[in-house]
């Protein structure tokens, strides 16, 4: 069965932390991506990763893949208030076919 | 501003009642999808089409349908709306020429069907 699985589903943390949230995925997939999406809000996209070992970077976001363990992280450093969103990852198994994750419901504390 | 345009915004519907729901696109886009956003579930798949003409079936296809008679254009139709169809829409596109191919979301439809 085609999964993608994302933990935690909910995190609360406290301004200035550091945590990490993990992507995992049951089939091969191109690429992976990450996306935001702001309460009452659409998607904006933060990173594509096109391959084993691929390292994205913006702000205080980063995002790994390896293809192997089919597994993809995304580490918040130092979070911040304006971080707290909803953050989605999403595969591409087959041609034209975006598989999502549940999601994980950030909230940062001041 | 380029981008996709989905309407209506949000939308209280009968159920059995028919409705479609808008989506036009103004970047040239070659594939268009449909998701259904439900809390817990993430989004999941409704229905696809990788160039105007052609169409495919998602993760959620069942009591949906989706026409492509041009690239801009893409709406999807519930013929006759369940309560278990109340949820946000997100029609998105994305333009596979530029390798990428990250998906570019409309503002989404509000739907609760009664």
């Known amino acids: 069965e085609l999964k993608v699985e994302q933990n935690p589903l909910f995190l609360s943390m406290q301004e200035g932390k550091n945590y990490t949230i993990y992507c995992n995925y049951s089939?091969?997939?191109?690429?992976l991506y990450w996306y935001r999406q702001d309460p009452g809000k659409s998607l904006e996209s933060l990173f594509v990763l096109l391959s084993n070992g691929a390292v994205k970077q913006e702000g205080r976001l980063m995002a790994s893949l390896d293809t192997k363990a089919r597994l993809s992280t995304l580490h918040i450093t130092a979070a911040v208030h304006d971080l707290s969103a909803t953050y989605f990852c999403a595969i591409t198994p087959g041609t034209y076919k975006y598989i999502f994750g549940t999601g994980t419901r950030l909230k940062v504390l001041a | 501003i380029a981008g996709i345009t989905q309407a209506p915004t949000s939308q209280i519907l009968a159920a059995g009642r028919r409705m479609t729901l808008r989506c036009t696109q103004d970047?040239?886009?070659?594939?268009m999808y449909w998701y259904r956003q439900d809390l817990g579930l993430g989004l999941r798949l409704i229905h696809y089409?990788?160039?105007?003409?052609?169409?495919g079936k998602g993760e959620v296809p069942d009591g949906y349908s989706v026409s492509r008679a041009n690239t801009d254009d893409f709406p999807l139709t519930l013929a006759s709306a369940v309560p278990s169809q109340t949820s946000v829409y997100f029609c998105?596109?994305?333009?596979?020429?530029?390798?990428?191919?990250?998906?570019?979301f409309g503002s989404g439809t509000q739907l609760s069907v009664l």
């Open positions: 998105a596109s994305s333009d596979r020429s530029q390798g990428l191919e990250k998906l570019f």
């Open positions: 089939t091969t997939s191109d690429r």
């Open positions: 089409s990788n160039t105007a003409g052609t169409t």
């Open positions: 970047m040239r886009h070659n594939a």
